[in-house]
């Protein structure tokens, strides 16, 4: 009797850890997810690490679009943390990345808000890239 009690508890923790997962609440980029300053670090970043190998354009063209609009921001975190800079990938600061991403959002208009764009995965899936 013990171990049915035992495995209840267990089902009723799974359910709450299930609840409180999908509680993490979406949201687009036009509800202002970053920053000035973090996008004013951002910039300076872009320019000391990355405007020799992309130019800015880069992030607001169509291919772009194609490659993250609709999904997480996470994917382009997830992606630029492992891959750049190219010469010494996964370098900088999760900070760092996320000021970059909060840059890229200031290029395409996207509004800025009153908290920093976050660095974990949870609040970044929960954030959606559209097109401006």
């Not at 130019?55 to 194609?66: K, P, S, V």
């Not at 890229?104 to 974990?120: M, S, W």
């Amino acid at each position: 009797m013990a171990w049915v009690l035992g495995l209840g508890t267990w089902a009723a923790v799974l359910v709450l850890s299930a609840a409180s997962l999908g509680a993490q609440e979406k949201k687009s980029v036009k509800a202002g997810v970053y920053t000035a300053a973090q996008a004013e670090r951002g910039q300076a970043l872009y320019k000391a690490k990355c405007a020799s190998c992309h130019a800015a354009n880069y992030f607001t063209d169509n291919e772009f679009y194609t490659n993250y609009a609709g999904k997480p921001l996470w994917d382009l975190f997830d992606v630029i943390s492992d891959s750049m800079p190219m010469d010494d990938p996964g370098s900088l600061k999760k900070e760092q990345y996320a000021d970059l991403i909060a840059y890229v959002l200031q290029l395409n208009r996207f509004p800025t808000g009153t908290a920093e764009l976050p660095i974990d995965k949870a609040a970044l899936s929960a954030i959606q890239m559209e097109k401006p």
